[in-house]
């Protein structure tokens, strides 16, 4: 795939260029801000763009609205966001519109080489790829508000890898059941989170994200 890499710490950025180039990947440019970025994504067109949060000048949010103005200009480009904590509202914003494409990542996830990957690859092919942990804490901050209160342990295990974007499958390998189990788990908790006529993988990834956001 044809990458873009934002990030601000140069030790980072050039073991993730070394990375990427290792897994015979393009690299089309390397930046350290937010105006760099959208000026090398108008010039490259990549396939990816991955971004930390938090840039130059400010460290604040230079990195999310720089990723937000390329989904907006380009919603072909997939983007992966990085961030060294779980920033509900920059995730929450990142999470309210289309999620084909789109991931969240905290750093420590990209010191295992192999779950980072497997993230960007999903990304990349129009999948979703959220941190297990960004995830909890959504979920923890909507654990008193109806439907989801009424989910059973089990179909708040199944949401949980939903909304981290992965398939029946792979959630069926995690918990180690059959996959029409988690079928089954997957159409009662779209009834009871009023979800059920949502149809498709993205489709559900964005509905569940919606929800949490609500």
Known sequence: MRVILAEDSTLLREGLVRLLVEEGHEVLAAVGDGVALVEAVA????????V????????????????????????????LVLSQY????????????????VG?????????????LDALERVAAGGAAFDPEV??????????VDPLARLTPREREVLERMAQG??????????????????KHVNAL???????????YSRRVLAVLRFLES
């Open 190 to 200: 779209f009834d009871k989170l009023r979800l059920s006529h949502a149809a498709g």
């Open 43 to 50: 010039e490259h067109d990549p396939d990816v763009v991955v």
């Open 135 to 144: 995830v909890r804490q959504l979920l923890a901050r909507t654990s008193q």
């Open 166 to 183: 992965l398939t029946n499958a792979s959630i069926a390998q995690q918990l180690h059941v059959s996959q029409s189990a988690v079928e």
């Open 104 to 116: 969240y990542l905290l750093k420590d996830r990209v010191a295992q080489v192999a779950d980072f």
């Open 52 to 79: 930390d949060v938090r840039m130059p000048p400010t460290h604040t949010d230079e990195g999310l609205r720089a990723a937000l103005e390329i989904r907006r200009s380009r919603p072909r480009v997939r983007l």
């Open 86 to 101: 779980v920033e509900k509202k920059y995730a929450a914003e990142l999470m309210s519109g289309d999620v084909e494409g």
